[in-house]
């Protein structure tokens, strides 16, 4: 019986095409839109002008090291225009101009202890802009600090060991990515908005579960030799193979199109089934509880919405604040999401992510025991 | 003579509101039994607590034979429930609907297309299997509402209302396919309040009124026991009806007027003399059938349609 219960939902599923914008449409809309923004993500570059006054080789290879340090392209304007210039960046339509005063090569190759000096004018509210620029200009700044000091040295006649003892840092990074694959937008926004979506599908399980309630249904069926948890049953196999097949589709949909590596295809199927049996369990226990739709639609949108934010699905969750990480981690989402970047970008498998599959595992039993547990008073207000 | 449905003093009520007060009723196999009365008089409730819906508060309740609170499962195979609402999945076709509903009664493969089939003839709408029931008259919804009942081909059908709302053309087909099952034997529980689908489709009826069973029996022997026998008198326009004397005074009804007593023969014979006498034309002179409207009226106070 559970299997004609479930077929007949997928009939009608089939027929309803908002089913495919809410579980697919808007997903990859989503994807779409964020990919386009963050998948070039630490190879994009920022446009900033610059007035060269001094028309020299040395200001000439400043503006060549800052386009070397990676993430700006420099567009040179003339003097004339620095008027201009100053006065779009007070009206907030450009981030920042560079001007190189005269003297500026003379100034960096004498000896006489002289400083140069280059001028940033920026808007203050472009930090995001400004602000790696001007860690860029100080890095350069302590590179030609470093030039003078080594040509001092060199003129002292000292040995060369000696010399690169005194200009080595006494402090030195050492850069070790453990990731077994690189971390970009794709790698967060295609997981991200994978589990976002799979809890909208508890919208058209609470639609649904309202519907034949209120149209009789539910009563007409208890009128057959249909046992009622069968209707439950075949309700929640409906949606569950929904909700795989639509983390499978915005997943394949990440990796052809974007190239989004995948890692452990096991690890990533255990992930997506543990995840589909959450949502849905979740949507049949709050589909057993809410006594109208438009309550349910509620309930529905904190869960997904507050879980997004909270679980880290729109931005890495090591961006809020320590006791918003805390409240995230009783979300699903965040283990969810967790477990995707623990495959995808840092190479684990299933053996590594058990605690995120055994959360959402847990969720999902909870919502069973609550949609079991109210049943009975669910077909109570069906049959009266 | 065997008996389909025993009901003997059902009582039923919800959060302190009493539906049924002391339901007794007795509905033999292979009859059609008319339930008759106003909304809230506990029409539903009773078919509910028949088709193993709802619990009840007090008496005892065989359906086929079998006591419905110990033995639902086995009742449930042999009955088949229509409800007063369309439960139907409006965007599936009637094809899809029945093999759900069918399914749902345990009918599969071969015999399910064969049951479905037969009644989708029944109900007229074999050219119509594959269209959305959502573009179907109403009445042809409640034409398939009725086949998703009998694909299981079940010993008792309760209809709860099934005419509400719908064509002369598909309560044809319903009276048609309610007559055909009669004739196979299938008993049928029929509630409404259109009192002529009982005088048409019913041999045996029980009105109920705020709970209770205020008539039950054969229909024709609660119109003798209950109606008030009548004359009805049609003149040529103009002309008045003459007095009769030891009878009351006739009512205006229609293009003539009626003459209530328990005494028709003399009434008409009475009638037919003085309209003789006084050279009236007689366009219609008869003794008029009690209808269960007059009896309804009689025993409640008001008419069905008011209540």
Redesign the interface.
Not at chain 2, 51 to 54: K, P, V
Not at chain 2, 103 to 106: F, I, N, R, S, T
């Given at each position: 019986?559970w299997w004609?219960v479930a077929r007949?939902e997928w009939?009608?599923l089939i027929?309803?095409k908002g089913v495919f914008f809410w579980l697919l449409g808007l997903p990859i809309a989503f994807i779409v839109l964020f990919g386009g923004i963050f998948s070039d993500n630490g190879r994009s570059s920022v446009e900033i002008s610059y007035i060269d006054l001094d028309q020299s080789a040395a200001s000439r290879a400043f503006v060549q090291a800052i386009e070397g340090a990676g993430g700006y392209r420099m567009t040179e304007a003339a003097e004339g225009e620095m008027a201009d210039k100053i006065q779009q960046i007070r009206d907030g339509k450009e981030a920042v101009l560079l001007v190189i005063p005269r003297g500026f090569g003379q100034a960096v190759e004498s000896a006489d202890g002289s400083q140069a000096s280059v001028a940033v004018y920026r808007d203050a509210a472009a930090e995001s802009t400004a602000g790696p620029l001007l860690a860029v200009l100080e890095n350069l700044a302590n590179r030609y600090r470093d030039g003078k000091v080594k040509t001092a040295l060199e003129a002292t006649g000292l040995s060369e060991a000696w010399q690169e003892g005194v200009m080595a840092a006494p402090l030195r990074i050492d850069d070790r990515p453990e990731n077994a694959a690189s971390f970009s937008g794709i790698t967060q926004y295609v997981p991200g908005y994978t589990v976002m979506f799979v809890f909208f599908i508890i919208i058209s399980m609470i639609r649904r579960f309202i519907g034949d309630r209120d149209?009789?249904?539910v009563?007409?069926?208890?009128?057959?030799?249909?046992k009622p948890v069968s209707y439950l049953a075949g309700m929640w196999v409906a949606y569950l193979v929904v909700a795989l097949i639509q983390c499978a589709a915005l997943l394949a949909f990440g990796h052809w199109v974007y190239g989004m590596t995948l890692g452990d295809v096991g690890a990533v199927a255990a992930l997506v089934v543990t995840l589909a049996l959450c949502g849905t369990g979740l949507g049949l226990a709050l589909a057993m509880l809410v006594k109208s739709e438009n309550q349910g639609m509620a309930y529905t949108q904190l869960l997904a919405f507050g879980g997004a934010v909270l679980g880290g699905l729109w931005f890495p969750s090591d961006l809020m604040p320590a006791a918003m990480r805390t409240i995230g981690h009783f979300t699903p989402q965040f283990w969810a999401q967790k477990a995707f970047q623990d495959i995808i970008v840092r190479g684990m498998h299933t053996a590594d992510i058990w605690p995120s599959l055994l959360v959402l595992a847990a969720f999902a039993l909870a919502g069973l025991a609550v949609a079991l547990l109210r049943f009975k008073t669910f077909l109570k207000s069906a049959?009266? | 003579m065997k008996t389909a449905i025993e009901i003997h003093g059902l009582g039923k009520s919800?959060g302190g509101k009493t539906a049924l007060r002391n339901i007794s009723i007795t509905v033999r196999e292979g009859s059609c039994f008319g339930l008759l009365g106003p909304n809230g008089a506990g029409k539903s409730t009773t078919m509910?607590i028949l088709?193993?819906?709802?619990e009840f508060d007090a008496g005892t309740v065989k359906v086929l034979g079998a006591d419905v609170r110990r033995s639902g499962?086995r009742i449930?195979?042999k009955?088949g429930?229509v409800?007063?609402?369309i439960?139907l999945?409006e965007?599936?076709s009637p094809l899809?609907n029945l093999t759900?509903?069918g399914?749902?009664?345990?009918v599969r493969g071969d015999e399910l297309k064969k049951r479905m089939g037969e009644v989708l003839e029944q109900v007229g709408l074999a050219d119509r299997a594959k269209d959305?029931i959502a573009s179907f008259s109403g009445g042809m919804k409640r034409r398939i509402n009725i086949a998703a009942a009998l694909l299981h081909k079940p010993k008792l059908i309760i209809m709860d209302e099934p005419t509400v709302g719908i064509d002369p053309q598909s309560r044809n087909h319903i009276f048609e396919m309610i007559r055909a099952l009669k004739r196979e034997g299938v008993t049928v529980l029929y509630s409404t309040h259109y009192m002529e689908e009982v005088e048409a489709l019913c041999d045996h009826l029980a009105i109920i009124d705020h709970g209770n069973v205020i008539a039950e029996g054969e229909l024709n022997e609660v119109l003798d026991r209950f109606g008030t026998q009548a004359v009805y008198l049609e003149l040529a326009e103009g002309e008045q009806p003459p007095a009769l004397p030891g009878f009351g005074k006739p009512a205006a009804q229609g293009r003539g007027w009626l003459l209530e007593t328990a005494s028709p023969l003399e009434a008409i014979t009475g009638w037919a003399s003085a309209c003789k006498e006084r050279a009236l034309s007689v366009k219609r002179l008869e003794v008029v059938r009690p209808s269960l409207e007059t009896v309804f009226l009689a025993l409640t106070g008001t008419t069905l349609r008011d209540s």
């Open positions: 019986m004609t007949k009939k009608l027929k309803e149209s009789g249904m009563a007409r069926l208890r009128s057959t030799t249909m049959l009266g | 919800y509910k088709a193993g819906l709802l499962d449930r195979e009955l429930y409800p007063q609402s439960t999945y965007k599936l899809d759900f509903f399914e749902m009664y345990g959305p």
